[in-house]
């Protein structure tokens, strides 16, 4: 059963509810991961570093572009930043000898695995203030996403 909102403009709409929510989300990530060390942290950082993580092997400059959704020109100018700031690394590709392989860097690892531990933090947190139960919340970020990847 659905329930009734008794009087809909006493509620903010549901988009800017998910607005605040990730804005609020992202804010307190950026914090953490200052505090951590990574002060010089951009919007595609986290993007291109988890695209590179969960790559079955490093990706290509192109490969990486492709999954991105940018120009190979765009991933060259971020991973050339990338590089410079330490967070990627471009080795011969074992696999064409006429492209690199982006492999994370050691600084690189270290930013996923404090972004993944504040991504777990934040869930038991939420966990906690709304009643112990953070899958019903989960379930519906899911839905959403899944019904974003249908359309």
């Known amino acids: 059963m659905v329930?009734?909102?008794?009087?809909?403009?006493d509620h903010a709409d549901f988009g800017i509810l998910l607005g605040l929510a990730?804005?609020?989300?992202?804010?307190q990530l950026r914090t953490d991961l200052e505090r951590r060390g990574f002060p010089d942290l951009t919007p595609t950082v986290g993007y291109?570093?988890?695209?590179?993580?969960?790559?079955?092997?490093?990706?290509?400059?192109?490969?990486?572009a492709a999954h991105?959704?940018?120009?190979?020109?765009?991933?060259?100018?971020?991973?050339?930043?990338?590089?410079?700031?330490?967070?990627?690394?471009r080795r011969p590709s074992p696999r064409?000898?006429?492209a690199n392989a982006?492999?994370?860097?050691?600084?690189?690892?270290?930013?996923?695995?404090?972004?993944?531990?504040?991504?777990?933090?934040f869930e038991s947190d939420l966990a906690s203030r709304v009643g112990g139960d953070a899958a019903v919340t989960r379930r519906v970020l899911e839905g959403i996403a899944a019904a974003a990847d249908d359309s």
């Open 3 to 9: 329930e009734q909102i008794a009087n809909p403009e």
């Open 22 to 27: 990730y804005q609020a989300f992202v804010d």
């Open 48 to 64: 291109v570093v988890r695209a590179i993580a969960a790559s079955a092997e490093p990706p290509s400059q192109r490969e990486l």
């Open 68 to 89: 991105l959704g940018i120009t190979d020109q765009g991933a060259g100018k971020i991973v050339t930043d990338l590089v410079a700031r330490g967070y990627v690394v």
């Open 96 to 98: 064409d000898s006429r």
């Open 102 to 121: 982006i492999h994370l860097a050691a600084r690189g690892r270290k930013l996923l695995a404090a972004a993944r531990r504040f991504h777990a933090q």
